[in-house]
């Protein structure tokens, strides 16, 4: 009587077995108690700095403001996606969740972008028609907004290893820009009466905000569009592939990153004799391992003439 064969499991598919690549399905060992300290403190001070900023009229303490709200909807984004992102692979996403988190920084980045423009818009409008602005208050608030910017960014900066979390750290250092130049535009009002100087600083930090976010925009997009990771050039993994011995051609050859810092590659070898197999296959594997830092690969071989193993 044989034996039945036990139907696989999505933990069984998805297991490494000895000579398989040991890439992680899931983001693991990331502290979600930073993220959520760093929220509840932007939160608690946004919503003082939005009051205080339509009260003293200032647009340098609107747009920091401003930017803090943004802040706050970037780290619960990144909280949101680094939960996401711990969860194990299932039977309908088979790599997991692990793009959850460039997803998240790449919302955010867009939204700084929305942000950038808001400011500007206003800061122009304020330049060709000047208001009044209560440079006492906005010097005090912007003060301790300062303050509270440099913590949030030193919880933060103690868990550097998550794309999203380096990009909310972008927001909470372009909001200390923010802070500072609310503190110098709330002091140049207040001793010399000079409104000006509240929109033109606002344009200053727009700009240094719109230098930050675009670095984490395109790093997060080339993720998501599964570009060739960094530090690696498609052309020469090609080149090396045709090199080693018993591979006749390469094709149909793709790179990208399966998690951060993980990459794969997929692609069809022609070989002079489908015996030869195991034996190239093993040197291919050791030369993508050891010259590009490649370890997951998927390689179809295929005699000369089309035919595949």
Not at 73 to 79: D, I, K, N, S, V
Not at 102 to 131: G, K, T, Y
Not at 232 to 260: N, R
Request: net charge negative.
């Amino acid at each position: 009587m044989s034996s039945q064969q036990a139907e696989p499991t999505t933990e069984h598919l998805h297991a490494h077995l000895d000579g398989d690549a040991q890439h992680a399905h899931t983001i693991e060992g990331r502290s979600q108690l930073a993220l959520g300290v760093a929220l509840g403190m932007t939160l608690l001070f946004a919503v003082i700095e939005v009051v205080t900023g339509f009260i003293s009229n200032s647009l340098a303490l609107i747009s920091d403001a401003g930017h803090m709200v943004t802040d706050a909807a970037a780290l619960g984004l990144a909280l949101m996606a680094q939960a996401i992102a711990s969860r194990p692979p299932s039977h309908r996403h088979s790599f997991g969740f692990v793009r959850a988190e460039a997803l998240a920084a790449f919302v955010n980045s867009l939204a700084m972008l929305a942000l950038v423009a808001w400011i500007v818009w206003e800061a122009v409008q304020r330049l060709m028609h000047p208001e009044a602005v209560q440079g006492g208050v906005v010097l005090v608030v912007a003060a301790i907004g300062a303050c509270i910017n440099l913590l949030v960014a030193w919880v933060l900066s103690r868990d550097n290893a998550s794309i999203n979390t380096r990009a909310a750290l972008v927001n909470v250092m372009g909001d200390l820009l923010g802070s500072l130049a609310a503190i110098a535009s709330g002091a140049i009002i207040y001793f010399t009466g000079w409104v000006r100087v509240d929109p033109i600083l606002s344009i200053f930090v727009a700009l240094l905000i719109l230098r930050s976010t675009s670095g984490i925009l395109r790093e997060s997009y080339h993720f998501l569009m599964e570009g060739v990771p960094a530090g690696i050039d498609y052309l020469e993994v090609g080149a090396s592939l045709k090199a080693v011995d018993g591979v006749l051609d390469v094709h149909d050859l793709h790179v990208w990153d399966m998690s951060p810092g993980h990459p794969a590659l997929i692609g069809h070898l022609e070989i002079a004799s489908l015996e030869q197999w195991p034996a190239v296959l093993a040197a291919v594997r050791a030369m993508l391992r050891e010259k590009h830092g490649i370890d997951h690969v998927t390689l179809q071989p295929e005699a000369a003439g089309g035919k595949s193993l």
